[in-house]
């Protein structure tokens, strides 16, 4: 079979629809069908009659992504009900999927919302699971056409759902389909660790990003249910060993809600103290559901003597570090777990803009998790001092999450990235990790850019207070220590060589033959002969 797809932006994003058509061609291919290569972009009625009738003369499906919303006027579906000589008619089962998702998710349902169930006639409800635009199949023999909202999230659920068993003609099979996500990674690297996992026709897997995620979809179908997650389980065990400590949560919503479900099912508890993040990162713990289950402690400590007071800071090693520093971070983590006799810590210490800390600048980031023997630390500069603070303590609260749950998956073992807490609460170096996520961007032109991201930010190495100025004063000392091997060795190797000629003269005046000599016409007469043909050979 060959397929082709159009595409009917939303003027709001029109970015979304062609994302749309690149993750419907990969799923397309990976279920064995042909994709044509050009995508026709249709942005008024006129140019989709033209599209759909070229697309009906050369291919088997036409995929039309978009045009079935209020915002395209419902291009799509008028265009082809009225191509086809079929009338819209509501979708009963549409309608009912649109006011479950609004009643599940809290979302207003209008009274406009009602058109979005109207489909052609006779066409197959693809019903929406995380929107409330419901996508339609139209078939006759030879040729189908498919209509689809332009979410990425929503095509991905529906080919799963509907499409693939559709065009594998196992309509009567049972779906499954669960979720992977991994963390700080590119698609572009995932798709590279899946390579021909992404190729099979059952179970399709597809990707798509979400913010400093990737959701790997896995959509499997069988006889029954029961069989369908037979067939996606080798293939899920597999996804999470070829990605690692980057994998994370099955069927989670966030990663919030993966790491309180990891501390929830290993019964342990946690303890957080925040500077800087105004008080964020409790609150998103607080939130999640069977967070207020394991938080046992939560403490803002902004300044350094609310930092002494509350953690019994060393005050001579927290003003040579600074307030927002690795000593900091762990500090907050190992008093905050000390406290509360929780089994985990978390420490966060961030510069904000408006943050009373000045000895760093705005966008370092400290963060550090506990036990009572162990602690992770890693540094993080977000942007070059003008970052926002929603920006920074956004970026913040999510790397604590993941340093988290990578810390209690561990757990009762010990993270590969720990130190010694008890060495880190002395001063000693503690920082295991900087961010470096690396992946290749392409501009619009198409060219590869190699950028390095953390919570979509471009990030720089970070400079502690006055390290700049000990890497200058490093520096200036080896250049004066290499000046000075230099000269030094010149000097003796000059005299080395003054040495080796002298005595080569005194050889030739002791014990060799001077006789072949000529005599130099200016040796001096005051001079005795005996010396003349020395003199000749070495008048200095």
């Given at each position: 079979m060959v397929a082709e797809i159009l595409i009917i932006p939303d003027n709001a994003a029109p970015e979304a629809a062609k994302a749309g058509a690149q993750y419907m061609a990969r799923s397309l291919t990976a279920v064995g069908v042909k994709v044509r290569e050009s995508v026709s972009l249709c942005t008024d009625i006129r140019k989709v009659q033209q599209a759909v009738s070229a697309a009906l003369g050369r291919s088997n499906i036409i995929v039309v992504i978009g045009g079935m919303d209020r915002g395209t006027e419902y291009m799509s579906k008028t265009v082809i009900?009225?191509?086809?000589?079929?009338?819209?008619?509501?979708?009963?089962?549409?309608?009912?999927?649109?006011?479950?998702?609004?009643?599940?998710?809290?979302?207003?349902?209008?009274?406009?919302?009602?058109?979005?169930?109207?489909?052609?006639?006779?066409?197959?409800?693809?019903?929406?699971?995380?929107?409330?635009?419901?996508?339609?199949?139209?078939?006759?023999?030879?040729?189908?056409?498919?209509?689809?909202?332009?979410?990425?999230?929503?095509?991905?659920?529906?080919?799963?759902?509907?499409?693939?068993?559709?065009?594998?003609?196992?309509?009567?099979?049972?779906?499954?389909t669960h979720v992977i996500r991994a963390y700080g990674v590119s698609e572009a690297y995932v798709r590279d660790k899946l390579d021909e996992i992404m190729t099979r026709p059952n179970p399709a897997v597809t990707l798509q990003k979400d913010g400093v995620e990737v959701l790997i979809r896995v959509s499997a179908h069988a006889a029954s249910g029961a069989d369908a997650a037979a067939v996606a389980a080798p293939a899920l065990k597999e996804i999470a060993r070829r990605l690692g400590d980057a994998a994370y949560g099955f069927d989670v919503d966030s990663i919030q809600a993966a790491a309180v479900a990891k501390m929830v099912k290993k019964d342990l508890g946690l303890a957080i103290a925040e500077a800087g993040t105004n008080g964020m990162l409790t609150r998103v713990i607080s939130e999640t559901p069977g967070g207020q289950d394991i938080l046992r402690y939560s403490a803002v400590a902004d300044d350094d003597e609310a930092k002494i007071s509350k953690f019994e800071a060393d005050a001579g090693l927290l003003k040579k570090r600074g307030g927002v520093s690795e000593y900091a971070a762990v500090l907050l983590a190992a008093g905050a777990r000390s406290k509360s006799g929780a089994s985990v810590g978390v420490g966060v210490a961030a510069n904000t803009a408006d943050f009373e800390d000045r000895k760093s600048t705005p966008g370092l980031v400290y963060i550090a998790v506990c036990d009572r023997e162990h602690v992770y630390v890693k540094k993080l500069v977000i942007g070059e001092g003008d970052a926002v603070d929603d920006v920074i303590i956004d970026a913040a609260i999510s790397r604590a999450l993941n340093m988290l749950r990578l810390f209690v998956d561990y757990m009762p073992g010990v993270y590969k990235g720990c130190v010694s807490l008890s060495e880190a609460l002395r001063g000693k170096t503690a920082v295991t990790e900087r961010d470096s996520y690396e992946e290749d961007m392409a501009d619009e032109a198409g060219e590869g850019k190699k950028k390095r991201f953390i919570d979509n930010f471009i990030i720089r190495k970070a400079d502690e207070p006055g390290s700049k100025v000990r890497k200058f004063i490093l520096l200036l000392a080896i250049l004066v220590f290499v000046g000075c091997a230099g000269y030094l060795g010149l000097y003796y190797y000059q005299s080395h060589a003054a040495l080796m000629q002298a005595r080569t003269l005194q050889g030739l005046y002791d014990y060799g033959d001077l006789a072949d000599v000529e005599v130099s016409p200016n040796f001096p007469a005051q001079y005795s002969k005996d010396f003349g043909a020395l003199w000749t050979l070495n008048p200095d």
């Open positions: 009900a009225k191509g086809l000589s079929l009338p819209l008619e509501r979708n009963a089962e549409g309608l009912a999927a649109i006011r479950e998702y609004c009643l599940r998710t809290g979302e207003s349902f209008h009274d406009g919302d009602e058109a979005l169930a109207d489909l052609p006639q006779g066409g197959r409800a693809l019903n929406p699971a995380f929107g409330k635009t419901p996508g339609c199949i139209i078939s006759s023999s030879t040729q189908h056409i498919i209509l689809l909202p332009q979410s990425q999230q929503e095509l991905a659920n529906m080919f799963g759902r509907f499409i693939a068993p559709f065009l594998s003609g196992n309509e009567a099979s049972e779906a499954t």
